[in-house]
Each structure stands twice: as C-alpha cells, then as structure tokens.
C-alpha cells in the first residue's frame, strides 16, 4: 500500500466515524432515471440536513458504478468544422482520433487575452498530443468536475473522484476544511494541481476557493491552459436528490474576465450495488504515436 493510498483510508475512516457519530443512515429509496434535459430536483423536494443544520453532501453522486445516478453534462457538443471528406463527425467515431474533438462538456469559453488566441487555436488544433490529460497527471479544477463521492461532516468534507476514461487519471481524492478558515499562507505560495483549498458555507452553497494552483493542467478540452495566477471558486448546492456543482475561474495572466463554468448537475446514486471502483494504473501514452489531426 502506498504512503498517499494509506493516508486517503486513513483520512476516509476517520471522518465517516465523526459523520457516523453525528447522522442517522437512511434506508436507499428507488432512483427514478430522467433524460439530461430534464435533470432538476422535482418540486417540493426536501433536501436532506445534518444536526447542525447545513445541507447534507454525502453520498454518491452520479454513476460512477451500479448505474442509476444521471448527469447532465455528457452529451457531445458540436465545436469544429468537419474534414471535407468526413461523413458524420456529430459523434465520436474513434476515440483515439474524434475524442478530443468532440468531448465538450459545456457551451461557454472562456476569453483569452488576444496575445494568447494563436496559442489556443494550436493548442486546440493539436490537442490529441498536446492535451495533459495524456501524461498522467492530475486533470485539476474545474476539469476534474463534480466528485463521484462525497464524505462530510461539520468541519471537514472529503471529495473521491472516479478514474479517468482510457486511464489516463488515477482515482483521486481531496480532503478539504469547510470551517471557514482563512488560507494558509505557506501553502498558498505553493504551487499544486489541487492547491489550497478552504470552503465555507454561504447559506446552503458550500463555496470552495482554492489558490496556489499549477500551471500544468487545462479546465477542459480544447486547449484551455491556465496560468500559475488561477484562483478557483467551486460552488456546490444540493436540492433533494440532485447536486449542483459550478466553478468560477479568475486567471488574470491569461484571461480578459473569470471564467464561468456551465453549471452541472448529477443525481444521487441510491443503488445499493453502487460503488467506486479501484482505478487502474494510468498509462502515459506515446505522443508521437497518436492519433493524426484527421479533422484538419
């Protein structure tokens, strides 16, 4: 067992036994599947509290495993022209080659400063070797997206997230302060795919803002990259059985004006076969041997 696998189950047992001490387990009610376009809590839907009165975050989300959790953020958005010769190019054909073009996850972009607008074209343009998804490393805020599992309690709340697709992110965790705590002023000087991270409550929104943030990682496909000045603001709501998850980006190296996230929303997960399965070890792929830009 790794020092960074133990120290996740070490953290994981410590905070369900304070969440376990502090809630009461309830019985898994039946999942009702509804289309992306519908997705949203039915109205008048309770949202579960803990003792202390703050939104209850726990549970999984989605369907990271077991099925019956749905997301609204998987359809395919059409966001580049097609080769001449290319039949159908509205779905992914082969992950290998139409991946990176077609998996948007959202309509808004963000607006570079124009100095930066040829870099983010060659970037997007060669994004099937360039993307850093393809090196192993952390895909970081906002890319990594809302977390598959979430453990909470009053001051602290744990974030589990899934492996990547093609094994290209290894399950990944953050442990996180929700006690409104300000930052650390040694760890916000570093630099990390995740950075310093406090959360706080605002109402019923748990606002997550992290600094201190790399600038190795994109916030989504098609070339996004960031700078070491990001400053990350993740909200996160709940509303009977749907999460709400929405990220805000202020990186003034790069960009005109922050950056708002598409919202995005993922049911709770109430199969009990549901669970996370281990990630497999991530396979850093050979660049000169991918895909060709068939698009172009």
């Excluded at 809630?23 to 519908?38: E, F, L, N, Y």
């Excluded at 939104?55 to 059409?78: H, I, K, Q, R, Y």
């Excluded at 992950?95 to 996850?105: L, S």
């Excluded at 059985?241 to 919202?263: C, K, R």
Aim: charged residues 20%.
């Amino acid at each position: 067992m790794t020092r960074r696998r133990a120290h996740l189950f070490a953290a994981v047992a410590a905070l369900a036994l304070a969440t376990a001490a502090t809630t009461a387990p309830t019985a898994a009610t039946a999942q009702t599947v509804v289309s992306p376009v519908k997705m949203g809590p039915p109205a008048g839907a309770t949202t579960p509290r803990l003792p202390s009165g703050k939104p209850d975050l726990n549970g999984m989300w989605g369907g990271p495993s077991g099925d019956a959790g749905e997301v609204n953020f998987d359809t395919v958005l059409a966001s580049r022209r097609c080769a001449p010769t290319q039949i159908d190019c509205t779905e992914q054909t082969n992950q290998g080659i139409d991946g990176e073009f077609t998996n948007r996850t959202g309509p808004s972009r963000p607006m570079y400063k124009p100095e930066f607008w040829d870099r983010i074209q060659s970037l997007d343009m060669n994004s099937n070797k360039e993307d850093p998804l393809f090196v192993c490393q952390a895909y970081g805020v906002p890319r990594v997206g809302p977390p598959a599992r979430i453990i909470q309690n009053d001051t602290d709340i744990i974030f589990l997230y899934r492996s990547g697709g093609a094994s290209t992110l290894p399950a990944d965790y953050r442990a996180l302060p929700i006690d409104g705590r300000p930052h650390d002023p040694v760890r916000a000087l570093d630099v990390t795919f995740y950075g310093d991270s406090v959360g706080k409550w605002e109402g019923d929104v748990l606002v997550i803002d992290s600094v201190g943030l790399n600038d190795l990682t994109w916030m989504s496909h098609g070339g996004y990259f960031t700078s070491d000045q990001k400053h990350t603001i993740e909200r996160l709501w709940r509303e009977g059985n749907t999460l709400f998850y929405q990220v805000t980006v202020d990186d003034p190296g790069v960009l005109t004006e922050p950056w708002v996230m598409a919202p995005r929303q993922v049911n709770l997960n109430t199969s009990p076969k549901a669970y996370l399965a281990e990630g497999e070890p991530c396979k850093d792929y050979d660049l000169n041997q991918m895909s060709s830009q068939i698009r172009h």
